[in-house]
């Protein structure tokens, strides 16, 4: 035990010297730019009076679930939700789960078997690498949004393959062409699974819907702790694949069911965004103010994340702690999470911040370039 102690501590110390070292605090009184928090709901006084309601209404739904969907777990609240989910994505249906980690958990280490092959991103989320070492199946990488390497690596396979990819990446902020993957999918007879969570809710219900290709993805991920404002997520499929799930997927079985509260946030969440379509609008044309500003960034001109890259872990803190120091909350990605070299400050963009909150940011930026 000493023995062991001793190495955790050796290995904090070189993250220490690093300046990698991962500390929880608590939350920036900063100008955000650095949350999730896109469309500005989880912060909107009239979403929350709705829910306040909702709870004054109905208390109960503050109560915990007292234990797993297929024990006691399960609520006319959380299957009235996945039929509604099911229906606004126009699929035949939806699983809720307590956060998206654990819906690409269940997703990713259910549905390919150890003579399948998951074929991922080079950029695609951590909770998508772990799920394929449950999942026992072997995972290959193709380099990111590369369709000439993921044919390549299509074409050596010989057993089944899942492509698994995101509509829209957190770390570089830029879109799959998930038009030309599905043709792609299609073409080799593979499984597509895609991860909408930064997607949804930014471009209404995610790119899937925009492009119109429910018939052309096997399952979808769509997280509501982001532009929703709210927890939780769910996977959308059909009723084979959602029977399937339930039974064998060991990240939905072995866990207790969320409070009602969640699932009727979540629902309430979707009918405030068809309601507030203009928050969407605004943030677009936040974008195209940060945009306008002239700095280098390898991030689409559309979307609400924004990366700088600042090559030194070094450098980069110090232009974190500066604009910190100026009042401005973002977030600072070093190697190892990133490649040594593409090291960057992620910016995200709101509907709320203002115009000259933006250009007061990107010109501290800029002074330090």
């Not at 150890?114 to 991103?121: A, F, G």
Request: charged fraction near 25%; charge should be neutral.
């Amino acid at each position: 035990m000493l023995k062991s102690v001793h190495h955790f501590q050796e290995s904090l110390e070189k993250r220490k010297e690093e300046g990698t070292l991962r500390r929880l605090q608590s939350r920036s009184e900063g100008i955000d730019f650095y949350s999730n928090d896109y469309l500005g709901f989880a912060r909107n006084k009239e979403l929350q009076n709705i829910l306040l309601k909702k709870i004054n209404d109905n208390p109960g739904l503050l109560s915990g679930s007292t234990g797993s969907r297929l024990i006691s777990g399960n609520s006319n609240v959380v299957t009235t939700t996945e039929s509604f989910i099911a229906k606004k994505h126009r699929v035949s249906s939806a699983l809720l789960f307590p956060s998206g980690y654990n819906a690409n958990l269940a997703l990713f280490s259910t549905l390919p078997n150890r003579h399948d092959t998951i074929i991922v991103d080079e950029q695609i989320h951590r909770s998508v690498h772990d799920a394929c070492k449950i999942s026992n199946a072997r995972k290959i990488k193709f380099k990111h949004n590369d369709l000439n390497d993921l044919e390549n690596v299509l074409k050596r396979q010989e057993g089944h393959c899942y492509i698994t990819i995101e509509s829209l990446y957190s770390m570089e902020g830029d879109f799959a062409p998930i038009q030309k993957i599905s043709e792609m999918a299609r073409h080799y007879n593979a499984d597509l699974l895609l991860d909408e969570a930064h997607a949804f809710g930014v471009f209404g219900h995610g790119l899937i819907e925009k492009y119109n290709l429910q018939d052309q993805i096997t399952a979808s991920v769509i997280t509501y702790g982001k532009a929703l404002g709210a927890h939780g997520a769910a996977i959308l499929c059909n009723d084979t694949v959602k029977s399937y799930l339930i039974n064998f997927a060991s990240p939905f079985i072995y866990t207790t069911s969320a409070q009602d509260f969640q699932w009727m946030s979540i629902k309430a969440g979707y009918e405030f965004l068809e309601s507030n379509r203009e928050a969407a609008e605004k943030l677009q044309h936040n974008i195209k103010i940060f945009r306008e500003q002239g700095l280098n960034s390898p991030s689409s001109e559309k979307s609400p994340i924004q990366a700088i890259v600042i090559p030194h872990n070094q450098k980069l803190g110090v232009l974190q702690k500066t604009l910190s120091n100026e009042g401005f909350a973002t977030y600072a990605i070093y190697s190892p999470t990133v490649k040594e070299g593409t090291e960057r400050l992620r910016i995200c963009l709101h509907s709320f911040n203002t115009e000259e909150e933006i250009i007061r940011l990107t010109g501290i930026i800029k002074e330090f370039n």
